[in-house]
């Protein structure tokens, strides 16, 4: 481990707080453009938090894809909405409940899922390998999807000019 | 282990909050964003439990959901904002187009 295990908690810490803070941020604010903005922060913790988990390729591509791509897409797109805030009344006690039973149900459920016999955390060169060879479906999938986002943003910039 | 539980905490909140913000809100947009923080927690639990199980194969699932979840956003953002140019809003409760 490069980090001392002192600030190798403390990042961790500070990395679920900030996530849990905006999602708090995304659920409750009226402004839209903040809701998606608090969204690209979690993500971003999320990424930090998967790189601390020790899978920094997938935390990199995370935070390209995800965040540097598709949740700045949004909150463009969102810039274009002139959108009144509102929520559905009286529903929030029930929300409220359903919300923290959901999240006792998944703590519970996850954290009693037994270890395998798990292996040395791979490469990149590993990955690539895998990618090309044995995982060559879910690669040509990445590619067409990302390549749809492409065609989306194009389709909305267009939809603009008439 | 405590990293485990820990990270296996934050996604249980996340995807506790997200939840909420789906329920509550009128707004697509909110809707998605409040999705998004679910589809966040989800990829945290898939990266815990890939950690305990099978890394690799783990690893190319976490980064096809991450495609989808891009790919996704673009869709859903487009027909929001179809939806908003034909209605002038994006409050649910309006798009009754598509009721039987």
Redesign the interface.
């Known amino acids: 481990m490069y980090l001392s295990d002192f600030l190798f908690w403390g990042a961790f810490a500070t990395l679920s707080i900030t996530a849990v803070l905006f999602a708090l941020i995304a659920v409750k604010t009226k402004d839209s453009v903040y809701a998606a903005i608090s969204l690209g922060f979690v993500g971003s913790s999320v990424a930090g938090i998967i790189a601390l988990i020790g899978f920094g390729y997938l935390a990199v591509f995370h935070l390209i894809i995800y965040v540097g791509a598709a949740v700045t897409f949004m909150t463009f797109s969102v810039l274009m909405l002139k959108e009144k805030p509102g929520t559905i009344r009286g529903i929030w006690p029930l929300a409220l409940l359903n919300s923290i039973l959901l999240g006792v149900v998944i703590f519970l459920v996850v954290s009693r899922v037994p270890a395998g016999h798990s292996e040395a955390l791979p490469g990149t060169l590993e990955i690539a390998e895998a990618l090309l060879a044995k995982y060559w479906f879910p690669m040509l999938l990445i590619t067409l999807s990302l390549a749809t986002v492409i065609i989306e943003g194009i389709v909305v910039a267009r939809g603009g000019e008439r | 282990m405590n ?19 789906a ?5 697509v ?2 809707m ?3 999705l ?2 679910m589809f ?2 989800v ?3 898939l ?10 194969d783990g ?6 959901v ?6 996704e ?3 859903v ?2 027909i ?3 939806l ?2 034909r209605l002038g ?3 649910v409760t309006q798009a009754k187009t598509l009721k039987g």
């Open positions: 990293m485990v539980l820990g990270s296996i905490g934050v996604a249980a909140v996340l995807f506790a909050l997200g939840a909420y913000g329920i509550t809100h009128r707004s947009i909110r998605l964003i409040s998004e923080l966040n927690a990829l945290l639990l990266v815990v439990l890939a950690l305990l199980r099978a890394p690799l690893y190319i699932l976490a980064m096809t991450i495609a989808l979840a891009s790919s956003i673009g869709v953002v487009s929001v904002v179809l908003f140019r809003s994006t409050d």
